[in-house]
């Protein structure tokens, strides 16, 4: 079925990291790691944590 696709992925990249992990001796270690073979392709944008109605035009 075409909804079973997204949850192997994403056990299969879930895998990956932890195995990165597993062969990573600290943390820059690790970040070097996944930053080479899970390279990231955007950037999230902060979001503001309060907003109000003047944000949306209301």
């Known amino acids: 079925m075409a909804s079973d696709i ?12 932890v195995t990165l992990m597993k062969l990573s ?6 970040k070097a790691k ?7 392709y955007k950037k ?6 309060w907003l109000d109605e003047s944000d949306f035009g209301i």
């Open 6 to 17: 997204g949850y192997p992925k994403l056990r299969e990249h879930l895998g990956s990291v």
């Open 25 to 30: 001796t600290n943390w820059t270690d690790f």
């Open 34 to 40: 996944i930053d080479l073979i899970h390279p990231s």
């Open 44 to 49: 999230n944008m902060p979001a503001p944590l």
